[in-house]
């Protein structure tokens, strides 16, 4: 890493280009996490209506249903107790489900004992049976039959618009009864009392619709592959679910994941309160939509959940295909930056090397001149300059310095020559001293002889003493005779030199 680094930093080149992807890749990504962003709250927002416009439609087309099962209702409850007669009864509830082939069932039921001669109980019923899916020949079958007696007078059909007086929808139910007429599917049912000219009660017509029907109309709800619908009841209970082992068994808030309670419990509350509204929440661990809407009729309350994943699928698939094709881009454009960094930056490299050479003594480097008339042409022609005229100052330099330890040689020779005739002469003088000192001593001596006992001498002594004084004085006059010629001698070749020194300067 360390490596790689360092190569980074003695790349200029490499480094400018780094510096421009990075810039270039900051701004791309600023202006793209915008655009995306808004990308995303646009198909955000063409999801949400996407989905509640299906959502709308399937509520209004069940809503119609209903409209249309209540109008089918009420009008034979205004008709039927004008045709008070079992044959009639039996036909009406026939006639109804053939002509209305949304309903399930049909069935007008009297007050006990309304029919003496029936007996206590007496209830037509008429039920379609839907055919096989698996086989596409069939049709709806409809049988019609008198109900064998059983205490129907508690079912919630007859007994709810009985109490309420009114007619109203029921929940959901198993209309089940052994030895009877039954659906084998669950049914919910527009219930309406029957009276007659005095507004007595005489019985309930009931028209049921299948919740397989239903179902099919929900799970009809695909605006996205992995999208699903359910249905709640007025109490929050799955009557369509995509789990079917949920239905009837489990409700909208104890089915809610943990990390979603809060978000599911207040969307259960809004639905079962009639409300429409969308809810981002949770849902088997995914992230959802989830859209209501409320079925006015029944207050039921219908719903979509679409995941996020479907909700943004083109959009991640836009997303990846967009940043994969800038990385492409980008690594393209570093790759053009820098051979066009490296080809603006090639003389200031070639001035670079040029500069280590010189450091390294090299002040002959030649460099071509540079065609180029922007900054770095002119430095490159400037820097060929500073270096012809540094190479010229070098050479003047180097011959100055030959010269002058041409000099310092000659002045060392010289040196050495003054030394050695100062080592002759210290030797000759001491020589000298040595040859002087004798002949000295000895008028010395003889001056101390002559100077205490001059009378006390004989002739013959005193004249052989004062030859030997004159002997040595001689002696000592022929040694500075000598010494005055050596004198003479040694200062004579040192003035030559000095003066064949000092030519050479006179003609410079």
């Not at 109490?163 to 929940?171: N, P, R, S, Y």
């Not at 859209?291 to 997303?319: K, M, T």
Request: glycine share 4%; proline share 4%.
């Amino acid at each position: 890493m360390n490596r790689l680094i360092e190569y980074i930093q003695r790349r200029l080149s490499l480094r400018l280009g780094l510096a421009i992807v990075f810039v270039i890749t900051v701004a791309f990504a600023l202006l793209f996490g915008y655009l995306f962003y808004r990308s995303k709250s646009y198909v955000q927002r063409a999801a949400i209506d996407r989905a509640t416009q299906l959502l709308d439609n399937t509520a209004e087309r069940i809503n119609g249903i209903m409209d249309e099962t209540e109008t089918v209702t009420n009008y034979m409850a205004q008709i039927t107790p004008r045709h008070l007669h079992p044959d009639s009864l039996l036909i009406f509830t026939r006639r109804t489900v053939k002509e209305n082939p949304f309903l399930t069932g049909f069935a007008i039921s009297m007050e006990p004992d309304f029919f003496p001669q029936m007996g206590r109980y007496f209830s037509a019923y008429s039920l379609r049976y839907w055919p096989d899916d698996t086989d596409s020949t069939a049709v709806d079958s409809i049988t019609t039959v008198r109900e064998e007696p059983f205490e129907y007078f508690d079912a919630v059909w007859y007994k709810t618009p009985r109490t309420l007086g009114k007619a109203c929808w029921v929940d959901a139910y198993d209309d089940y009864n052994e030895g009877t007429l039954s659906s084998p599917d669950y049914l919910t049912s527009y219930c309406c009392p029957m009276r007659d000219a005095n507004g007595r009660y005489i019985g309930s017509i009931t028209a049921s619709l299948t919740l397989k029907w239903l179902s099919e109309a929900c799970t009809a709800l695909k605006p996205y592959p992995n999208s699903s619908a359910i249905m709640l009841d007025r109490n929050g209970t799955y009557i369509v679910h995509p789990d079917t082992s949920k239905l009837f068994s489990e409700n909208i808030f104890s089915d809610a994941a943990p990390e979603a309670r809060h978000q599911i419990e207040t969307m259960g509350k809004a639905m079962i309160s009639g409300n429409s509204g969308m809810t981002e929440t949770t849902v088997d661990g995914n992230d959802a939509f989830i859209f209501y809407r409320p079925l006015q009729r029944n207050g039921w309350s219908i719903a979509i959940v679409c995941p996020e994943s479907d909700v943004f699928a083109r959009y991640d698939h836009l997303f990846v295909i967009v940043w994969v094709i800038i990385a492409i881009g980008l690594m393209l454009l570093m790759l053009f930056c820098y051979q066009t960094v490296r080809r603006a930056a090639q003389p200031l490299s070639q001035l670079d090397h040029a500069v280590r050479r010189i450091a390294d003594g090299h002040f002959d480097e030649s460099l071509p001149e540079s065609s180029r008339r922007d900054s770095v042409g002119r430095l490159t022609n400037s820097f060929i300059s500073m270096q012809q005229s540094l190479a010229e100052s070098v050479a003047d330099i180097q011959r100055v310095n030959d010269e002058l330890q041409q000099k310092n040689d000659e002045l060392a020779t010289a040196y050495q020559l003054k030394m050695e005739t100062n080592r002759k002469k210290t030797l000759f003088i001491r020589d000298m001293y040595h040859e002087i000192r004798t002949p000295l001593n000895i008028i010395n001596g003889f001056t101390q002889v002559l100077s205490g006992m001059f009378h006390e001498i004989p002739d013959n002594e005193l004249t052989d003493i004062t030859s030997r004084m004159k002997s040595s004085a001689e002696a000592i006059s022929h040694l500075t005779r000598m010494l005055a010629a050596s004198v003479t001698t040694s200062i004579l070749p040192t003035t030559r030199t000095s003066s064949s020194q000092s030519q050479p300067k006179q003609k410079k």
